[in-house]
């Protein structure tokens, strides 16, 4: 079965650059997160999504970041205008009963903006 | 509100050795329970869950961990370490029961770094 696809698996970007993520969930999954990881900051959540529908955004630092899910088999999360302090791996996840704890990752979109 | 700690950053073990990986939580409520595994340049990866039932709860990989509710842990464990191990290790709680008990609550510690040395 295939897992959680993201791409790009590298960004390289200047600041001021607009970047856009994108992740495929496993089909059948109804809830599909977004995740940042940083050294300092460890994983935390961005945005969460059920069933298409954005659920809580409260973990989006700023206006600059903004994610949509037209379907149920896509999900982007863009960044306009990019920071330095925006570098970070980019993480989706989705899972098939949100009741549960049980979240599958995609291998995660590293971005360094310069 | 719920929080997990993982006591230790980084552990060195040496190959075949056991290891144990430390991680408290604190919360007012019932909790289900999560190891996650991140190997190098990729994402997460449970490795095990509890939810309810047996206290002791194994996981992929040979590894094991243990719900003490009195002691409000769940440490991971592994009687003998291989060099593939080598990973970091995130706890993970959440609430359990009525509407709560969702990945969205899913709350990480900082995350474990184990290496295993030849």
């Known amino acids: 079965d295939a897992g959680v696809i993201q791409s790009p698996r590298h960004e390289v970007t200047e600041m001021g650059q607009e970047v856009t993520l994108r992740c495929k969930p496993i089909?059948?999954?109804?809830?599909l997160f977004w995740y940042r990881q940083t050294m300092m900051r460890g994983l935390e959540l961005l945005i969460y999504f059920n069933n298409n529908v954005p659920i809580d955004d409260s973990g989006m630092p700023e206006d600059r970041f903004s994610a949509k899910m037209p379907n149920a088999s896509f999900s982007t999360l863009k960044i306009q205008p990019s920071e330095p302090r925006d570098s970070a791996v980019y993480f989706c996840?989705?899972?098939?009963?949100?009741?549960?704890?049980?979240?599958?990752f995609g291998e995660g979109s590293r971005l360094t903006v310069l | 509100a719920q929080s997990v700690t993982q006591l230790d950053s980084q552990v060195p073990v040496f190959e075949e050795a056991p290891v144990e990986l430390r991680c408290n939580y604190s919360s007012s409520v019932s909790v289900y329970l999560f190891w996650y595994v991140q190997y190098p340049n990729q994402g997460l990866q449970l490795l095990l869950k509890y939810l309810s039932g047996s206290t002791l709860v194994k996981g992929i990989n040979g590894f094991e961990a243990e719900f003490n509710k009195s002691q409000t842990s769940f440490h991971l464990r592994k009687p003998s370490v291989h060099i593939s191990d080598t990973a970091e290790y995130f706890c993970?709680?959440?609430?359990?029961?009525?509407?709560?008990?969702?990945?969205?609550?899913?709350?990480f510690g900082s995350g474990t770094q184990l290496t295993v040395l030849p």
């Open positions: 996840a989705s899972v098939k009963r949100e009741r549960t704890g049980e979240l599958f």
């Open positions: 993970a709680v959440t609430f359990s029961g009525g509407s709560s008990g969702s990945a969205r609550q899913l709350t």
């Open positions: 089909s059948g999954h109804n809830s």
